[in-house]
Structure formats: C-alpha cells, structure tokens
Nanobody, 125 residues
Framework: EVQLVESGGGLVQAGGSLRLSCVAS????????MSWFRQAPGKAREAREAVSCISVGDGSAYYADSVKGRFTISSDNAKNTVYLQMNSLEPEDTAVYYC???????????????WGQGTQVTVSS
C-alpha cells in the first residue's frame, strides 16, 4: 500500500521558516518524482498549485516562480523522505501543503498518482 505522510506544518510569522517532511512507502522511491503542491484557502483541489518537484533519481529540482529563492526541495533516499525547506515565508504562502508522487515532475494535480493527507501552513502578517 502506497503511503505519503507529511509533517512539519504550523503557524509562523511572516519572514519565518518551516521545514516540511514527507515519508514515502509502498513504491520504489528512487525512480519517482516527488512534488509539493499547495491548496490555498477556498480553492478547489483542481486548483492546487505545484510548488516544487524533485526527480529523486538524479536530483533535478523545479520551483514555481512564486517560491524561487525562498524554498528548497531535497530528498534523503535512505529514508524515503522528501523535504521542503521554506524560508522568508509570506502570508500568501498560507495553504495546505501536499506531498505527491509520480513518475515525472508534472505541474498539474491530475498528473500525480499518489497523495498525502496534507499539512497546514499558516503565515501571519
């Protein structure tokens, strides 16, 4: 059974930092792409925004323009875990953050087969 379990969300003031973690199981981590999406308050699932993605096999990473220079994605293959280090957080980053897995780094929600339950990130001004 495939499982993606996120953790690390919380409430932080603007300018602060958080690190999200996603532990994966039930599939071969090394030959997948792991992505972080976020769903802002009041937005539908289909409107989830792709924040960042990493191809676990070769380490290639991709970022949405809105987070470039502030967020860093990384993976620990020995622990089947992907991280999202979020610095200089802004109120606009407030959302539920989801971990997702696919065979490639897509940008649309429907391109990902497996999803975690999400972790809430709230940035106060």
């Amino acid at each position: 059974e495939v499982q993606l379990v996120e953790s690390g969300g919380g409430l932080v003031q603007a300018g602060g930092s958080l690190r999200l973690s996603c532990v994966a199981s039930g599939f071969t981590f090394d030959n997948h792409a792991m992505s972080w999406f976020r769903q802002a308050p009041g937005k539908a699932r289909e409107a989830r925004e792709a924040v960042s993605c990493i191809s676990v096999g070769d380490g290639s990473a991709y970022y949405a323009d809105s987070v470039k220079g502030r967020f860093t994605i990384s993976s620990d293959n020995a622990k089947n875990t992907v991280y999202l280090q979020m610095n200089s957080l802004e109120p606009e980053d407030t959302a539920v953050y989801y971990c997702a897995a696919s065979t490639y780094c897509g940008i649309y929600e429907y391109e990902f087969d497996y999803w975690g339950q999400g972790t809430q990130v709230t940035v106060s001004s």
